[in-house]
């Protein structure tokens, strides 16, 4: 084997090592995603009941108080 098909082998085995890195920080992102999910599951109906709430209370409209001047 000469030199320079040494040199690729070592430069494949380090873009392999590379690669192994980048899937175990995957893996890690694609378990964080998938918590993130459950957890916006478990809370997306309470937090839109509330915020519903909130919003039929802001439309309620204001009493319009009719003042007349009186001369």
Known sequence: MTDYNKEILEELKKINLR???IEKGIDN????????DSVYDNI????????????KINEIPEKKINYRIII
């Open 19 to 21: 690669l192994e890195k």
């Open 44 to 55: 997306k109906y309470p937090f839109y009941s509330i915020i519903n709430r909130f919003h």
């Open 29 to 36: 992102m694609n378990n964080h995603i998938t918590f993130i």
